[in-house]
């Protein structure tokens, strides 16, 4: 992506929506949450892959992230993007569309780090009955991009989001 056309992710100053726009737009776009033109306040970031995913996973219900988990399970050696892009269609078009601009990533690390967000998602949308703040959100994001798994918003007495039956704190949440 060259510079001219880059992908600036700001939080609407409104509501804490995740927008974005391009780097050299002449104006700003409205928030799609809350409609207020040009709302978005604060430096930019430019974080393609962690401002796009908290686009994309603003607002989720609970179904859609449940129907994500299964989908996301298939992922092995010889899955493509493009089929994994077509098995979260149907569930999730602007995830799939997410996926088919990731081309030049391996099948592996894009379906391990979707599967990660989804079942952190998940736990959080169960401790708390509702989706992830936009906080919540970017941290939840932030470090499965980055792999600090270790400090996601989790209780630490509540269950890891690996399903391996241990506490958060005693498997994931354990600083390494």
Known sequence: MSDDSAIVTRTCATCGF???????????PPCPRCGQPGSSGGEPRVDATAGQLQVV????????????????R????????AGLA???????QRLATWI???QDDSVRSVGT???????????????????????????VITNVVTGRLDQLPLRGRGPCFCASGKRYKKCHGRAR
Do not use: C, N, W
Not at 57 to 72: D, H, K, N, P, S
Not at 74 to 81: F, H, R, W
């Open 74 to 81: 298939v992922v092995d050696d010889e899955s493509t993007l």
């Open 86 to 92: 077509a098995a979260t269609a149907p569930i999730h």
């Open 18 to 28: 995740p927008v974005s726009a391009m780097r050299h737009a002449a104006t700003e």
């Open 113 to 139: 780090t979707l599967s990660t967000i989804v079942k952190v998602l998940l736990a959080l949308y169960v401790m708390s009955e509702e989706p992830a703040h936009p906080e919540q959100l970017r941290a």
């Open 57 to 72: 996973f603003y607002g989720v219900e609970l179904i859609t992230l449940q129907r994500l988990a299964v989908a996301l």
């Open 100 to 102: 088919e601009r990731h």
